[in-house]
């Protein structure tokens, strides 16, 4: 029988790590965890260190001097040849000028941080504050490019969505894929117009279900086992997040804030505003396809309603 009429994968927020310890999470990829939980980040930012002897660090993480010396106490007597970035979020890269200035390393990244699409002038707040826009990487990487080091070879996954210009770090040897923000075991990711976009975000999680690896190591919480059937029941989590914006929207027009209550019950008021940007990414979508209708763009301020019948 398909893993699709199972019951839906259930979040995992068993992640034990401690802050600065680095642990072997799998032969040849040990993890670090920084100390910056928050309700967006779970217990923290993890960095991970791939290769043993000369090693990759991938994601440094946030300007947080004390996550860099645990991530060089971590390859002491090592040499760290790479530095990897998924994407450009406070909590990812601006740690990278520190680990590159004490090792030397060069810097691998899609390239600096822009938004999904033009920011609109109607739209009177901004998702862009917390963007790095003071990084750069050496080498700009592209989908389907490969960096082999001493012992492992990661490939470039183009997977926006969540950010632009975000990357997932395949090692097929090892089945398993570095999967940044795009795909996170404690819970859904955050896409927020219009520093992300949910049609590149749907994409990018069809194009990871069609690759054979089945361990994915995220940029926050714990490891996620069975990925593939994982990243399936993530996309219909996403198409039914769409099925109840339609329903609401079926009872008469409503503004964003009105659908977060109707749709997220009992959500955490820290993430209120979060949640009412991953459902404004929806109605782009909707409003794209001649679903949904809104006088003017579709911002985080508008009111929507249905363009017509929905087709039963």
Request: net charge negative; charged share 25%; aromatic share 6%.
């Amino acid at each position: 029988m398909s893993d699709d009429n199972q019951d839906d994968v259930p979040f995992n927020k068993e992640f034990p790590l401690r802050p600065g310890v680095a642990e072997e999470v799998v032969p040849g990829v040990r993890r670090v965890l920084c100390n910056n939980p928050s309700p967006f980040t779970f217990t923290g930012t993890v960095s991970y260190i791939v290769g043993c002897g000369k090693v990759a660090i991938i994601d440094p993480g946030p300007d947080n001097e004390a996550h860099a010396r645990a991530l060089l106490d971590a390859v002491r007597g090592e040499t760290v040849t790479h530095i990897f970035v998924t994407h450009t979020h406070r909590d990812h890269s601006p740690n990278t000028p520190r680990i590159k200035a004490a090792t030397g390393a060069a810097v691998y990244a899609e390239g600096p941080h822009r938004a999904s699409r033009p920011r609109h002038e109607s739209e009177k707040t901004t998702t862009e504050s917390g963007a790095d826009r003071d990084f750069v990487p050496d080498v700009a990487l592209a989908g389907g490019d490969v960096v082999e080091g001493d012992g492992w070879r990661l490939e470039a996954l183009a997977t926006p969505g969540h950010t632009a210009n975000h990357l997932a770090f395949a090692w097929p040897e090892r089945d398993l894929t570095f999967v940044g923000d795009h795909i996170m075991g404690w819970s859904t990711s955050i896409v927020a117009p219009p520093d992300g976009s949910m049609v590149d975000y749907m994409d990018s999680l069809d194009c990871l279900a069609a690759r054979p690896e089945n361990l994915y190591l995220s940029g926050h919480g714990p490891e996620i086992r069975d990925a593939r059937r994982f990243t399936r029941f993530l996309a219909r989590h996403r198409k039914a997040r769409e099925a109840s914006i339609l329903h609401r929207l079926s009872k008469g027009e409503a503004d964003i804030p009105t659908m977060v209550r109707a749709i997220y019950i009992g959500i955490d008021p820290r993430l209120a505003a979060a949640a009412g940007y991953s459902v404004l990414a929806h109605l782009e979508d909707l409003v794209a396809r001649g679903i949904v209708a809104t006088d003017g763009d579709a911002v985080i301020e508008g009111r929507y309603r249905l363009a017509g019948p929905l087709e039963v």
